[in-house]
């Protein structure tokens, strides 16, 4: 993988985990 699709992808998975954490919490 390219640097900057690499930090893309990083960033929408870190996007998603915050979503999901959010679910888990409440």
């Known amino acids: 993988y ?3 699709r690499r ?3 990083l960033e929408h998975v870190h ?3 915050e ?3 959010w ?3 409440e």
């Open 2 to 4: 390219c640097d900057s």
């Open 7 to 9: 930090k893309v992808l």
């Open 15 to 17: 996007e998603g985990y």
């Open 19 to 21: 979503k999901e954490w």
């Open 23 to 25: 679910d888990y919490t």
